[in-house]
């Protein structure tokens, strides 16, 4: 028993020989494990390791919604789905071919590919606008300057190595814009890139069947913005599209990616601040041909906060139909009896002359911008970019015009206030003025007679130019230039829209010491008294000189938000961010004032207005003679360069209680007279407008519109 104990103490004294005894158990253990994880579970451990590949993917937040002031759905966002791509561990052919098999399914559905890639809509040439972008993308893309479209499908074609597939040219391209798009957006196991969207269930179907031979090819649920009606609010709200890759550079530390929506013109631009939501995140596995066998949400999507505009819905849509019908009945002859055949194009504004808030805001042409949703087509980008008539262009907020005559009720209140005239004073019309180069009334150049004696009140009632003349020799270019700072003009409102215009006043020169200019005539003065010269104002700036005349002398601040609010807390945001907000994105702070104007000769300005509309002689009585509705108001005829002269009239109701302010400017409308039968259908609809119709209107839209997400 000894000896058998010694034998063990001798071992285990033998350190040599109990490193080589823990070696071999070692060994023996990860043998055993290797078995065990290659023979008898190998297939499974296989199984879950190709399950394991593991992505952060961002979850697309909605926008916010975009309502009117009465709670109508303006832009909203609808459930779609769009095809991604990812560069998945298969060989090259094998993903070549589950390319080949996607653009089959939707091409059988007609759904097109999303791709950045310049080839026409049918995929027969370059979409290039002019050759210097096509000549600096070659360049870009190492592809020589002389290439043809043929050659450069055919670089592609070897690049991608897509030889197999040139048996169908059309075939070819579309793959070859599926590739192009994704080695742009650096495709790979964890980056995809957008090659289709808002495709047609079918194909989602027909995807979602295929998905095992489809490889690295997923369907992803995105919000797609929605413009309920998205023509007749095109130049307010604007549209969201595409970011471009000078917006990525500059936002890309904002929550954006190269696949995000953003705002590009309209309200979805200045508010896209609070417009975007907030993006969520979900970790996906998939398996090594890119297929997910799981899910998880870490970080839920935010819907962006809600913005109620100023503008009615009615109103908005009475004054398109108003103003299109009106251009068309002046261009066919309903009207004069006679065609005006350069009639084509105008601008309507509608404000609450008391507040300053945007009612209406209408231009004609107009666009749909749901095209612009997830990038244009080539076709439809080319058909409004060449329209002659820039259906894009707010004309309410970037157009300038002369205001003719409505100018002179300004150029009465600066006679009256610096004392040039009286309220009581009345002046004989010549026909023919004195002075200057003895310009003509027009009352005298179309019918060889005179408005005979007239007071500031029939001066505006008759448009007497002579008398406006004499008023402009009186006090000089210096007082109209100041009563027309005063009032608002050559300044932009601060509106929070982008591109607004500040105009220009006739013989403003704010760079010189006396802030005029110089040399400077009478005869320029005379011009400049009657709204003519170098006078330029955009219809949203005399909309707010009517309102301050109507409302008794305060220039308000104009603008189209009522209120943003976010919808997850319910929370309003307060009125002071959103104002620094604005100032920051239009670079205007624009603050309301008060005129000081005696009533006396406020009331002489507005009986004119009065008169215009109510009394024979007005110039636009025969508009009015039949309302219930008690309006002032002015025409104006404007000339232009070329063409018919332009068309504008400005007017207030109700006259006792003024609540709104009407300007409309109609492009080569001949007359402001014509010009008022625009703005009558909008006087009327608005005192019409009852809560109990605001209410079932609300209803109705998003009903019609099948607005859900």
Same mark, same amino acid.
């Given at each position: 028993?000894?000896?058998?104990?010694?034998?063990?103490?001798?071992?285990?004294?033998?350190?040599?020989?109990?490193?080589?005894?823990?070696?071999?158990?070692?060994?023996?253990?990860?043998?055993?494990?290797?078995?065990?994880?290659?023979?008898?579970?190998?297939?499974?451990?296989?199984?879950?390791?190709?399950?394991?590949?593991?992505?952060?993917?961002?979850?697309?937040?909605?926008?916010?919604?975009?309502?009117?002031?009465?709670?109508?759905?303006?832009?909203?966002?609808?459930?779609?789905?769009?095809?991604?791509?990812?560069?998945?561990?298969?060989?090259?052919?094998?993903?070549?071919?589950?390319?080949?098999?996607?653009?089959?399914?939707?091409?059988?559905?007609?759904?097109?590919?999303?791709?950045?890639?310049?080839?026409?809509?049918?995929?027969?040439?370059?979409?290039?606008?002019?050759?210097?972008?096509?000549?600096?993308?070659?360049?870009?893309?190492?592809?020589?300057?002389?290439?043809?479209?043929?050659?450069?499908?055919?670089?592609?074609?070897?690049?991608?190595?897509?030889?197999?597939?040139?048996?169908?040219?059309?075939?070819?391209?579309?793959?070859?814009?599926?590739?192009?798009?994704?080695?742009?957006?650096?495709?790979?196991?964890?980056?995809?890139?957008?090659?289709?969207?808002?495709?047609?269930?079918?194909?989602?179907?027909?995807?979602?069947?295929?998905?095992?031979?489809?490889?690295?090819?997923?369907?992803?649920?995105?919000?797609?913005?929605?413009?309920?009606?998205?023509?007749?609010?095109?130049?307010?709200?604007?549209?969201?599209?595409?970011?471009?890759?000078?917006?990525?550079?500059?936002?890309?530390?904002?929550?954006?990616?190269?696949?995000?929506?953003?705002?590009?013109?309209?309200?979805?631009?200045?508010?896209?601040?609070?417009?975007?939501?907030?993006?969520?995140?979900?970790?996906?596995?998939?398996?090594?041909?890119?297929?997910?066998?799981?899910?998880?949400?870490?970080?839920?999507?935010?819907?962006?906060?809600?913005?109620?505009?100023?503008?009615?819905?009615?109103?908005?849509?009475?004054?398109?139909?108003?103003?299109?019908?009106?251009?068309?009945?002046?261009?066919?002859?309903?009207?004069?009896?006679?065609?005006?055949?350069?009639?084509?194009?105008?601008?309507?504004?509608?404000?609450?002359?008391?507040?300053?808030?945007?009612?209406?805001?209408?231009?004609?042409?107009?666009?749909?911008?749901?095209?612009?949703?997830?990038?244009?087509?080539?076709?439809?980008?080319?058909?409004?970019?060449?329209?002659?008539?820039?259906?894009?262009?707010?004309?309410?907020?970037?157009?300038?015009?002369?205001?003719?005559?409505?100018?002179?009720?300004?150029?009465?209140?600066?006679?009256?206030?610096?004392?040039?005239?009286?309220?009581?004073?009345?002046?004989?019309?010549?026909?023919?003025?004195?002075?200057?180069?003895?310009?003509?009334?027009?009352?005298?150049?179309?019918?060889?007679?005179?408005?005979?004696?007239?007071?500031?009140?029939?001066?505006?009632?008759?448009?007497?130019?002579?008398?406006?003349?004499?008023?402009?020799?009186?006090?000089?270019?210096?007082?109209?230039?100041?009563?027309?700072?005063?009032?608002?003009?050559?300044?932009?409102?601060?509106?929070?829209?982008?591109?607004?215009?500040?105009?220009?006043?006739?013989?403003?020169?704010?760079?010189?010491?006396?802030?005029?200019?110089?040399?400077?005539?009478?005869?320029?003065?005379?011009?400049?008294?009657?709204?003519?010269?170098?006078?330029?104002?955009?219809?949203?700036?005399?909309?707010?000189?009517?309102?301050?005349?109507?409302?008794?002398?305060?220039?308000?601040?104009?603008? %189209?938000? #009522?209120? *943003?609010?976010? $919808?997850?807390?319910?929370?309003?945001?307060?009125?002071?961010?959103? =104002? &620094?907000?604005?100032?920051?994105?239009?670079?205007?702070?624009?603050?309301?004032?008060?005129?000081?104007?005696?009533?006396?000769?406020?009331?002489?300005?507005?009986?004119?207005?009065?008169?215009?509309?109510?009394?024979?002689?007005?110039?636009?009585?025969?508009?009015?003679?039949?309302?219930?509705?008690?309006?002032?108001?002015?025409?104006?005829?404007?000339?232009?360069?070329?063409?018919?002269?332009?068309?504008?009239?400005?007017?207030?109701?109700?006259?006792?209680?003024?609540?709104?302010?009407?300007?409309?400017?109609?492009?080569?409308?001949?007359?402001?007279?014509?010009?008022?039968? %625009?703005? #009558?259908? *909008?006087?009327? $609809?608005?005192?019409?407008?009852?809560?109990?119709?605001?209410?079932? =209107? &609300?209803?109705?839209?998003?009903?019609?519109?099948?607005?859900?997400?």
């Amino acid at each position: 028993m000894k000896k058998a104990f010694k034998k063990i103490l001798d071992v285990l004294n033998n350190r040599y020989l109990m490193l080589y005894i823990i070696i071999i158990l070692i060994s023996a253990v990860f043998i055993l494990r290797l078995f065990s994880l290659q023979i008898i579970n190998g297939a499974e451990y296989r199984e879950q390791s190709e399950k394991r590949m593991l992505r952060t993917e961002t979850i697309e937040a909605p926008r916010g919604e975009i309502y009117d002031r009465n709670g109508v759905v303006l832009a909203t966002s609808k459930r779609s789905y769009n095809v991604t791509i990812y560069k998945v561990n298969v060989e090259v052919e094998e993903q070549n071919e589950a390319i080949s098999k996607l653009v089959d399914i939707l091409d059988a559905n007609g759904d097109s590919i999303y791709s950045t890639f310049p080839v026409n809509d049918e995929l027969n040439g370059f979409s290039f606008s002019d050759d210097n972008s096509e000549k600096n993308w070659k360049k870009d893309n190492n592809i020589d300057e002389a290439a043809t479209f043929e050659d450069t499908i055919k670089f592609y074609t070897e690049k991608y190595a897509l030889e197999n597939y040139t048996s169908n040219f059309n075939h070819l391209v579309k793959m070859i814009e599926i590739k192009y798009e994704g080695n742009v957006n650096a495709y790979s196991l964890l980056n995809s890139a957008v090659v289709a969207k808002d495709i047609k269930e079918e194909s989602v179907a027909q995807i979602e069947e295929r998905k095992s031979e489809l490889y690295g090819i997923n369907i992803v649920s995105s919000p797609k913005r929605y413009y309920t009606n998205a023509n007749l609010f095109s130049h307010v709200i604007g549209y969201v599209s595409n970011i471009s890759s000078d917006e990525y550079s500059k936002k890309k530390d904002e929550g954006y990616s190269l696949n995000s929506i953003i705002g590009k013109t309209g309200v979805e631009q200045s508010c896209e601040t609070y417009l975007k939501g907030t993006d969520g995140v979900k970790k996906v596995e998939t398996d090594r041909y890119g297929n997910i066998t799981s899910e998880t949400i870490t970080k839920e999507a935010v819907t962006g906060n809600s913005v109620t505009l100023t503008l009615d819905y009615r109103l908005q849509k009475t004054a398109q139909e108003a103003l299109e019908k009106t251009i068309n009945d002046l261009r066919e002859g309903r009207i004069t009896g006679r065609k005006i055949a350069d009639c084509n194009s105008g601008a309507v504004v509608v404000l609450d002359c008391q507040t300053g808030e945007v009612l209406a805001m209408v231009n004609y042409p107009n666009y749909d911008t749901n095209l612009f949703v997830g990038g244009i087509k080539a076709s439809d980008w080319k058909r409004i970019s060449e329209d002659a008539l820039n259906p894009m262009y707010n004309r309410a907020i970037s157009g300038t015009y002369s205001p003719g005559s409505t100018y002179k009720m300004l150029v009465g209140f600066a006679g009256l206030e610096t004392g040039a005239i009286t309220v009581d004073e009345k002046y004989y019309d010549p026909g023919v003025y004195q002075y200057g180069h003895r310009p003509v009334c027009w009352l005298y150049s179309s019918r060889r007679t005179t408005h005979g004696y007239v007071n500031v009140s029939g001066a505006i009632k008759g448009s007497c130019n002579c008398y406006f003349y004499e008023v402009g020799r009186r006090i000089g270019i210096a007082k109209i230039v100041e009563y027309s700072k005063l009032f608002g003009l050559g300044e932009k409102t601060g509106i929070e829209l982008p591109q607004e215009s500040p105009g220009q006043i006739a013989g403003a020169d704010d760079s010189s010491e006396d802030g005029l200019k110089s040399p400077w005539y009478l005869g320029d003065t005379l011009s400049a008294a009657i709204g003519q010269h170098e006078n330029q104002y955009t219809p949203i700036q005399l909309a707010n000189y009517i309102s301050a005349i109507a409302n008794g002398g305060t220039l308000n601040k104009v603008s %189209v938000l #009522k209120e *943003i609010k976010n $919808e997850s807390t319910m929370e309003t945001v307060p009125l002071s961010d959103i =104002e &620094k907000t604005m100032e920051e994105f239009t670079n205007v702070k624009f603050e309301s004032r008060k005129i000081n104007i005696k009533e006396e000769y406020l009331n002489a300005i507005k009986e004119g207005m009065l008169s215009v509309t109510t009394e024979t002689g007005g110039t636009a009585n025969i508009v009015f003679k039949n309302s219930n509705i008690k309006v002032a108001g002015k025409t104006g005829t404007s000339q232009v360069s070329s063409g018919t002269n332009n068309g504008l009239f400005v007017g207030f109701a109700p006259y006792d209680n003024p609540k709104i302010a009407v300007v409309a400017i109609i492009e080569h409308g001949e007359e402001g007279t014509y010009t008022a039968n %625009v703005v #009558k259908p *909008i006087m009327e $609809e608005y005192f019409k407008i009852s809560e109990e119709d605001k209410l079932n =209107e &609300k209803e109705q839209n998003v009903v019609d519109n099948k607005v859900e997400f």
